[in-house]
């Protein structure tokens, strides 16, 4: 059964998920060197929806910081986003439709950011700054705040949950 089920029909989500939680909590992996973006929105998400799925998916984000693996190109806090959003609406059956409901989050995701940034790539988002500097890093760490805080919101508002 997938996560998605599991917290519709049998209750296994909390009620009440705390938006600024999830965002100082996402910020704060990544301000304290412990993660960076994309493995800190996996995490946070893993961690205050009571997930059952195993650490092992944070490794599955590993790749994607500084826009995939250092490359400049999407950035990875829309890439763990859009992960995060997956260990709730993705598929794991060949042919499964649900795969349009998770492309359409997917999608949701990647345009909030598009609109507010008006770009995802890493390498312009960042162009004129120092990898690591504190420039760099304040701007990063508000991205992995922002994107957690809205992939909590369309989890919780496709599950007609409580945002607190």
């Known amino acids: 059964m997938q996560i998605y089920e599991l917290c519709k029909g049998e209750g296994t989500l909390k009620k009440e998920v705390n938006l600024d939680r999830i965002r100082t909590i996402a910020e704060n992996y990544y301000r304290n060197g412990d993660f960076y973006c994309s493995e800190a929105i996996v ?28 490359s400049g190109c999407t950035c990875g806090a829309v890439a763990g986003g859009i992960m995060a959003l997956g260990m709730f609406f993705g598929r794991t059956q060949a042919k499964d439709t649900k795969v349009a409901k998770t492309m359409a989050l997917s999608n949701e995701i990647h345009n909030i950011f598009k609109q507010r940034h008006k770009n995802l790539c890493c390498r312009i988002l960042t162009k004129g700054m120092t990898l690591g500097s504190s420039e760099h890093m304040n701007q990063c760490i508000s991205f992995t705040g922002e994107v957690a805080e809205e992939v909590a919101k369309i989890i919780m508002r496709e599950l007609n949950t409580q945002v607190k």
Do not use: H, R
Request: charged share 25%; aromatic share 8%; proline share 7%.
């Open 43 to 70: 995490k946070t998400i893993k961690d205050e929806f009571e997930l059952p799925v195993s650490d092992e998916v944070i490794m599955m984000a590993s790749g994607f910081p500084v826009g995939m693996g250092g």
